[in-house]
């Protein structure tokens, strides 16, 4: 007998986060649905998620809710594990980095690196960005002092740490790379890393003293490990490794894939890697980085709009839907554009249109024309072998996508078949076989069609885990006799002499209009709410300044007359504004919240005597002004009236 194969799948571990939205649920539902398709391959297939609870952000966020770190993360993992439940999230574990079975893990490989010497103890000196738990030079930040990933301010950080001797495993990992070219995906993302080794890679500081919410240096206890150190050993900790019971370990690792977002690739394809490398543990197969979904107009944050809240767009739309719309959406690494407008296209035209009105029409004229009953012909038409053929190569056109993490194609490659079948319909005219009496046409068209819908149904169950039950209630079949697995997927496998059951459209068609309006109705509300709650946390106000001071600072209208993405700076946005009958450049840490065209002809303000500093290469002449409160921000515009180079006071 042949051994099952395994898979071994895991999405970053989360931060404790109360507003996980549905650009965190992307990762995970593309996770979940290619477990399932891997299960339905016949894979024995493990997928692993979790919560990463440590670092100074946390311990921050805990003293001001007045709560223990712990006391903090337990509340919050709550809500996450129950979000993915209602996401129908099938994890096979959640590893949370404060269970003990982590932490003995994480201290094992830190003794195990620090005494073959890898390992040691100097004085760090640099800049700290608490948001992204990173550490940067003074070369990385340039002279702005600000976070060249996410803009915010960083703070110096100087205190007696231990390093990690990344810089000696530099060529092996170049050398890695260059055996494994499938490592790193998209490929895009692979240069990238590869050019940045090859820049010097500094040895990285792996513990920090000035906090202590962490897993402790087991030979020097006032350290804690660095949040990244502690949250990347997850992905083995969780299998046991280490332990007595690692039978989980050896079945599954090396990891067939780790899924993430590209902000942190380099924690993935680098200081992972090289980890392993020091511990001598075998590398991942595969690190594979997806975009980001962006929100327009900020529609991030809790209070500002529900509308992207995935709990809520589950229970507006269905989850089959929200799930569907997500991986058909996000094209392989490329980042995508959330709209609920979106959505309900989606949801209009993929599902209502396309698959819920090919059963709902075969339904229809199997009930009117041939009794209900599905049963194929003698006769055929000469639409079939067109049809057929792309039914026999459906799966694995799509089997190729889906095992290079691509789902936007796989289930592009489904729908070319539902479109086929579609056209099937106007080719063959059901209507005028009956009408004409060509009965034995008419059953195999009918049954054709019934085939497919099993077909399509079975393929897109991974992404669309609920939508089967509805499907085989309507066309008489259950999960036994229609199948589940591919191997069910051979032609033919309809049970002839169904008889069928038509039902409700599976997909109702939305009323975009009155959808939109009660989103905007229930974002205005949530608003409200989140104002009078007032749980925000606003940073304390600076120590005062004289108005010579502030008369220093020489505010300007400007007007925004091109915009453009920073390339590698997936956070910056380059624009180029006018003011005082000239132009000039800045960059600012907009790109999350703004498209470059939402900016084109806005007036903005900005801070037009700043010394200049260089941005990811980019010189920035200025600053644009921006209101933020949490993780809530929007550029503060000019009133149009005033001219660019009107004074702001
Ligand atoms: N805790 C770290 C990961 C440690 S893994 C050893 C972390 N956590 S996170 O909660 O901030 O983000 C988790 C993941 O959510 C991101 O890597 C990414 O995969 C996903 N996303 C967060 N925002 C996203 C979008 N707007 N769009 C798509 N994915 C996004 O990073």
Same mark, same amino acid.
């Given at each position: 007998?042949?051994e099952?194969?395994?898979?071994y799948?895991t999405?970053?571990?989360?931060?404790?986060?109360?507003?996980?939205?549905?650009?965190?649920?992307?990762?995970?539902?593309?996770?979940?649905?290619?477990?399932r398709?891997?299960k339905?391959r016949?894979?024995?297939?493990?997928?692993?998620?979790?919560?990463?609870?440590?670092?100074?952000?946390?311990?921050?966020?805990?003293?001001?809710?007045g709560?223990?770190?712990?006391?903090?993360?337990?509340?919050i993992v709550a809500?996450?594990?129950?979000?993915?439940?209602?996401?129908?999230?099938?994890?096979?574990?959640?590893?949370?980095?404060?269970?003990?079975?982590?932490?003995?893990?994480?201290q094992?490989?830190f003794?195990?690196?620090?005494?073959?010497?890898?390992?040691?103890?100097?004085e760090?000196?640099?800049?700290?960005?608490?948001?992204?738990?990173?550490?940067?030079?003074?070369?990385?930040?340039?002279?702005?002092?600000?976070?060249?990933?996410?803009?915010?301010?960083?703070?110096?950080?100087?205190?007696?740490?231990?390093?990690?001797?990344?810089?000696?495993?530099?060529d092996?990992?170049?050398e890695f790379?260059?055996?494994?070219?499938?490592?790193?995906?998209?490929?895009?993302?692979?240069?990238?890393?590869?050019?940045?080794?090859?820049?010097?890679?500094e040895?990285?500081?792996?513990s920090?003293?000035?906090f202590?919410w962490?897993?402790?240096?087991?030979?020097?206890?006032?350290?804690?490990?660095?949040?990244?150190?502690?949250?990347?050993?997850?992905y083995?900790?969780?299998?046991?490794? #280490?332990s007595?019971? *690692?039978?989980?370990?050896?079945?599954?690792?090396? %990891?067939?894939?780790?899924? /993430? =977002? @590209?902000?942190?690739?380099?924690?993935?394809?680098i200081?992972?890697?090289?980890?392993?490398?020091a511990?001598?543990?075998?590398?991942?197969?595969?690190?594979?980085?997806?975009?980001?979904l962006?929100?327009?107009?900020?529609?991030?944050?809790?209070?500002?709009?529900?509308?992207?809240d995935?709990?809520?767009?589950?229970?507006?739309?269905?989850v089959d839907?929200?799930?569907?719309?997500?991986l058909?959406?996000?094209?392989?690494?490329?980042?995508?554009?959330?709209?609920?407008?979106?959505?309900?296209?989606?949801?209009?035209?993929?599902?209502?249109?396309?698959?819920?009105?090919?059963?709902?029409?075969?339904?229809?004229?199997?009930?009117?024309?041939l009794?209900?009953?599905?049963?194929?012909?003698?006769? #055929?038409?000469?639409? *079939?072998?067109?049809?057929?053929?792309l039914?026999? %190569?459906?799966?694995?056109? /799509? =089997? @190729?996508?889906?095992?290079?993490?691509?789902?936007a194609?796989?289930?592009?490659?489904?729908?070319?078949?539902?479109?086929?079948a579609?056209?099937?319909v106007?080719?063959t005219?059901p209507?005028?076989?009956?009408?004409?009496?060509?009965?034995?046409?008419?059953?195999?068209?009918?049954?054709?069609?019934?085939?497919?819908?099993?077909q399509?149904?079975?393929?897109?169950?991974?992404?669309?885990?609920?939508?089967?039950?509805?499907?085989?209630?309507?066309l008489?079949?259950?999960?036994?006799?229609?199948?589940?697995?591919?191997?069910?997927?051979?032609?033919?496998?309809f049970?002839a002499?169904?008889?069928?059951?038509?039902?409700?459209?599976?997909?109702?068609?939305?009323?975009?209009?009155e959808?939109?309006?009660?989103?905007?109705?229930?974002a205005?509300?949530?608003?409200v709410?989140?104002?009078?709650?007032?749980?925000?946390?606003?940073?304390?106000?600076?120590?005062?300044?004289?108005?010579?001071?502030?008369?220093?600072?020489?505010?300007?209208?400007c007007?925004?007359?091109?915009?453009?993405?920073i390339?590698?700076?997936?956070?910056?946005?380059?624009?180029?504004?006018?003011?005082?009958?000239?132009?000039?450049?800045?960059?600012?840490?907009?790109?999350?919240k703004?498209?470059?065209?939402?900016?084109?002809?806005?007036?903005?303000?900005?801070?037009?005597?700043?010394?200049?500093?260089?941005?990811?290469?980019?010189?920035?002449?200025?600053?644009?002004?921006?209101?933020?409160?949490?993780?809530?921000?929007?550029?503060?515009?000019?009133?149009?009236?005033?001219?660019?180079?009107?004074?702001?006071?």
């Amino acid at each position: 007998m042949t051994e099952q194969k395994t898979f071994y799948i895991t999405t970053p571990i989360y931060y404790p986060s109360d507003k996980l939205h549905i650009g965190h649920a992307y990762t995970t539902v593309a996770s979940d649905a290619m477990t399932r398709y891997k299960k339905q391959r016949g894979y024995d297939a493990y997928f692993l998620t979790g919560t990463d609870e440590h670092g100074q952000k946390i311990q921050q966020r805990a003293a001001e809710a007045g709560q223990t770190p712990k006391e903090f993360v337990d509340g919050i993992v709550a809500g996450i594990k129950s979000l993915w439940e209602l996401l129908d999230i099938q994890y096979d574990d959640f590893i949370r980095t404060t269970d003990e079975r982590h932490e003995q893990v994480v201290q094992q490989l830190f003794q195990k690196i620090y005494d073959q010497g890898d390992i040691y103890k100097s004085e760090y000196s640099g800049w700290y960005c608490t948001p992204c738990e990173t550490f940067f030079t003074e070369r990385q930040l340039a002279e702005g002092h600000v976070c060249p990933d996410c803009g915010r301010p960083v703070q110096l950080a100087q205190e007696e740490s231990y390093f990690f001797k990344m810089s000696k495993y530099a060529d092996r990992w170049l050398e890695f790379i260059d055996a494994n070219p499938d490592f790193i995906q998209p490929e895009s993302r692979r240069n990238e890393m590869i050019s940045f080794v090859k820049q010097g890679l500094e040895d990285l500081c792996v513990s920090r003293t000035t906090f202590d919410w962490g897993i402790k240096v087991p030979f020097d206890t006032k350290h804690v490990v660095y949040v990244w150190f502690d949250a990347l050993v997850n992905y083995i900790s969780a299998l046991g490794y #280490g332990s007595d019971n *690692d039978e989980k370990f050896r079945k599954y690792w090396p %990891a067939d894939v780790h899924l /993430m =977002a @590209k902000d942190i690739i380099r924690f993935h394809s680098i200081i992972w890697p090289i980890i392993l490398m020091a511990a001598g543990i075998e590398l991942p197969k595969k690190v594979v980085a997806h975009g980001w979904l962006l929100m327009q107009d900020g529609k991030m944050s809790k209070s500002k709009g529900n509308v992207v809240d995935p709990v809520v767009l589950a229970e507006k739309y269905g989850v089959d839907a929200i799930r569907f719309f997500l991986l058909r959406e996000m094209a392989y690494g490329m980042d995508a554009n959330y709209s609920e407008e979106a959505l309900i296209n989606c949801i209009n035209i993929d599902l209502a249109n396309d698959y819920g009105n090919l059963l709902s029409r075969t339904t229809a004229m199997v009930d009117k024309f041939l009794g209900g009953v599905i049963e194929p012909g003698t006769e #055929g038409t000469e639409f *079939d072998a067109d049809l057929l053929a792309l039914a026999a %190569a459906t799966p694995e056109n /799509m =089997a @190729k996508y889906m095992d290079k993490m691509d789902a936007a194609n796989a289930v592009a490659e489904v729908w070319k078949l539902v479109a086929r079948a579609n056209k099937y319909v106007d080719e063959t005219a059901p209507w005028a076989l009956n009408k004409n009496g060509e009965t034995e046409k008419l059953k195999t068209v009918m049954y054709n069609l019934a085939e497919v819908l099993r077909q399509v149904t079975i393929l897109i169950s991974p992404v669309m885990p609920h939508v089967a039950d509805k499907v085989w209630a309507q066309l008489g079949l259950t999960a036994e006799t229609a199948g589940s697995d591919w191997t069910a997927l051979g032609w033919g496998g309809f049970p002839a002499g169904t008889k069928i059951q038509r039902g409700e459209p599976i997909f109702p068609r939305i009323d975009a209009e009155e959808a939109l309006k009660q989103s905007a109705e229930a974002a205005a509300e949530a608003e409200v709410d989140a104002e009078s709650e007032a749980a925000v946390e606003y940073l304390p106000i600076k120590p005062e300044i004289t108005i010579e001071d502030f008369e220093k600072i020489d505010l300007r209208v400007c007007k925004v007359v091109a915009a453009e993405k920073i390339k590698k700076a997936d956070k910056l946005l380059k624009l180029t504004v006018e003011l005082c009958g000239e132009q000039r450049t800045v960059v600012s840490g907009i790109a999350m919240k703004y498209a470059p065209e939402d900016l084109v002809g806005k007036q903005l303000i900005i801070v037009a005597n700043l010394k200049p500093v260089k941005l990811r290469g980019v010189e920035s002449h200025g600053m644009i002004l921006a209101a933020s409160l949490g993780e809530d921000m929007q550029v503060v515009e000019a009133p149009c009236t005033i001219l660019p180079g009107g004074e702001v006071r």
